[in-house]
């Protein structure tokens, strides 16, 4: 069956410009997660959807990412002004129930940005 | 406060021989515990998880871990490695209540021929 997917695998971008980032969970997916992972660093978290609405962006890093969830289902991640810290993979993980604990995430194979 | 600790960000075993990859965790309460490997230009998959169940925990490829809730970990083991089991590896923890996974920086295992 169809797993997560995320859009694009890869983007390039110049200092200062946004991008949008995109996220398919599998479908009936009610949890839906983005984390970025960096070279030599774990996965780190950055926000979780309950449908749509998010009740935990802790993790967003600043006020230039924010992030977006429609009819239950695709997710996009928006940064804004991107700076070269930015660069990194960013993945999306979906899974069946609401919020954490036991449930497996599914993850997709992440979108790798560059800001040169 | 939840934190996950990988010790060796790198290993190196020979084909056939043991694998083990270590995890510790802190955690206020009982928590559930995952492992991912991730191959090359892919996703995380997830290898196994504890539940609070058995503390031995059975998962695919061969890989096993045992929860040891008195040395705070759920150290990954595998008897005999394969050239496939090249990847990074990833330690999760969750909590019953909430909606974060705590991962650690992850292990890359090299197996070498």
């Known amino acids: 069956g169809a797993g997560v997917s995320q859009s694009p695998s890869n983007k390039v971008t110049e200092k200062g410009k946004d991008v949008e980032l995109r996220c398919d969970p599998i479908s009936g997916h009610t949890a839906l997660y983005w984390y970025r992972q960096s070279l030599g660093q774990g996965l780190e978290f950055l926000i979780y959807f309950q449908g749509n609405s998010a009740p935990d962006k802790s993790g967003l890093p600043s006020d230039r990412f924010s992030a977006e969830r429609t009819g239950g289902s695709v997710s996009t991640l928006t940064i804004q002004r991107t700076q070269q810290e930015d660069s990194a993979v960013y993945l999306c993980?979906?899974?069946?129930?609401?919020?954490?604990?036991?449930?497996?995430?599914?993850f997709g194979p992440g979108t790798r940005l560059t800001v040169l | 406060a939840q934190s996950v600790t990988q010790l060796g960000s790198h290993v190196s075993v020979s084909e056939g021989a043991l694998v083990l990859l270590r995890c510790n965790y802190s955690?206020?309460?009982?928590?559930?515990l995952f492992w991912y490997v991730q191959y090359p230009n892919q996703g995380l998959q997830l290898l196994l998880k504890y539940t609070s169940a058995a503390t031995l925990v059975k998962g695919i490829n061969g890989f096993e871990a045992e929860f040891k809730k008195s040395e705070t970990s759920f150290h990954l083991t595998k008897p005999s490695a394969h050239m496939s089991d090249a990847a990074e590896y990833f330690c999760a923890v969750s909590l019953p209540t909430g909606n974060q996974f705590y991962f650690g920086t992850g292990t890359s295992l090299t197996v070498i021929p």
């Open positions: 993980a979906s899974s069946l129930l609401a919020g954490g604990g036991v449930d497996t995430q599914y």
């Open positions: 955690s206020s309460v009982p928590p559930y």
